[in-house]
């Protein structure tokens, strides 16, 4: 039997996410045979991503895909015909969800919130960031269909020189018994923090929103894939809307850049941001435990600090 | 509304957890802590009980000292409390887990909604409410940041977040809900509340008493401490602007812009 990982591919408005799609990318590079499983009124453009991105195969369900009792029915009956190697679907809230009930329809194992996952001998392995971040434990599925979520913030974006992917139409699934009376998009464009390639994060030290300009400003000139994040008290405290925060009970983000502006380090903030590649903090204080982890550290007041950073960035293009 | 609530103890620091030559989890030095999303958990399901009547029941798996988990919460607004504690249910994986907790659910009778955390504190999978759900049979709303039960009797509307916004959802009942921190403030206890719920007696059930076979589903192959990340440069200039450029310099050096 040959090797095939499924994709849960989720999308929105027809489009498949970018967190999906660099998924659909990472499954291709363990294995040559990736299929994606769209659950979604309509096929949209998700045979002409997934195949960029390097499917083979798109599987449509024709169904409300904001419901994951319904991803999961879809899933568990394409997993019962095609018997995949395991099922990958992206650590977001909606696929944590999908992919806790296609376990447990499964009766099978779940490796949650994983940062590597490898294919060896038809045998999936997954590396997790435990305990705050503290620890890295290997682990695997004893029998039956993995299922995994996987953190896709620090996954290189999705590949784009696959030509479209074979379309199979699977029967319409039952109408959602949940429904969804209205979508909020977090306030401004420009990428999500599990896509940001760039995340400049501020802490209490911001003092209240206003003083979040001067992050949004120096995201700004860093570009398209700079994004802000904070810790938790300055969402707690509505400075930042309350998808924006990073950490243990937050976003986990994992980023090329990492700027950490009048945070102190906590280990609830660390496991959210541990997997970034390069680290920069900024802060007042000398002995804050966020410089242990840092590459670059400047001491000082970051409202004097990050407008300087921002202008030396800005005078470089 | 007759609510179960799901609360789970947890280490209240992890790096207190040691990792065993089995590659299980020693909590033995770790102090234990009601999960802090759990508060939240109860404190909802106290909230809409007042609002419509009804009772609140904890549901809590885990060992002997687990019962602080019950009593913590009696003392906050719930009635009743059951303790799921097995040896052989010890360091169960997130299935086996729900299946306890769903079979726990399943004896308490007509329950209109359960009530979990979004994210547990020490393993985070995210994942027990929605397979209790799919064990149950009932829909859910997972990462809920506001409830209002005011939208039509039968149902609840509720709201989610997501990692591009929020969605407004609204789910008939009975269902299952989790919920994250920033749904609400959790009360404290009084003084003569926790003497209360020191006198409160819990059901204690073992997984037999469940109809449940531990079994793994998941293992583990190793665990190690991750590298530590070398020291680190600090950047200093002679002004404030000479900093910024040095640092900038220094990232462009790196080739991280
Ligand atoms: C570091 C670490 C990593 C782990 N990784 C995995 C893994 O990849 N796959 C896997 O299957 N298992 C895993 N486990 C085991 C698993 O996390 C727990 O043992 C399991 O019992 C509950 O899962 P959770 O804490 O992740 O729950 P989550 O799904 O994160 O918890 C959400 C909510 O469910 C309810 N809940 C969860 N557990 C209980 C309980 N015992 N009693 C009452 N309510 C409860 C609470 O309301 C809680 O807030 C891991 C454990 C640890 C410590
Ligand atoms: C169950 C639980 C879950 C949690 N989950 C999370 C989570 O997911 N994410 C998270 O972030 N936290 C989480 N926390 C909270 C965490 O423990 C810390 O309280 C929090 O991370 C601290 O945020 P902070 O660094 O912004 O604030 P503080 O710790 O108050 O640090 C502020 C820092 O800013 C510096 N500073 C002040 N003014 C300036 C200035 N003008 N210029 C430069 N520096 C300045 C100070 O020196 C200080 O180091 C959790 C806590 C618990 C108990």
Redesign the pocket.
Known sequence: MTDTLFVLMEARDGAPTDSALALITEARRLCEDVAAVLVAPEIGTAAECAGAAGASTVHHVPADGRAADLIAAALTALVATHSPTAVLVPATTLGNEAAARVTARLGT????DVSAVTLADGVVTAV?S??GGTRL?R?RVVDGVPVLTVRTGGLPPAGSDGGPAAVITAAAAAPARTTVVEYLPTGGEGVSLEDATIVVAGGRAMGGSEGFSVLHELAAALGPTAAVGSSRPAADAGWVPVELEIGISGKKVAPDLYLACGISGASQHLAGMSGSRTVVAINKDPQAPIFAVADFGVVGDLFEIVPAITAAVSARV | MNIAV???QVPEDLGTVQVTEGRT?DRANARAVT?P??KN?LEAAVQLAEATGGTVTV????PAGAKAVLKECVSVGAQAGVHVSDGGLA?????T?ARV?AAAIGRLGAIDLVI?????F????????AMVAELLDLPSVTAVTAIDSGDAPGALLCTRVLEDGHERVSLPLPSVI?VDEYVNTPRYPSVKSKLAANKAVFEVLTAADLGIVPAR??AVIDITVPPVREPGVMITGDTVQDTADKLVAALAGAGVL
Not at chain 2, 91 to 95: F, H, N, T
Request: charge should be negative; charged fraction near 15%.
């Open positions: 194992g779940l490796l949650a997790k435990e305990l434990a682990c | 799901l609360v789970k989890l999960d999303v759990g958990a549901i809590t798996l885990g360091g169960s994986d997130a299935l887990t907790l979990a955390g979004a994210r547990s020490d393993g985070g999978s995210a994942a027990v409410p989790s589903h998941a």
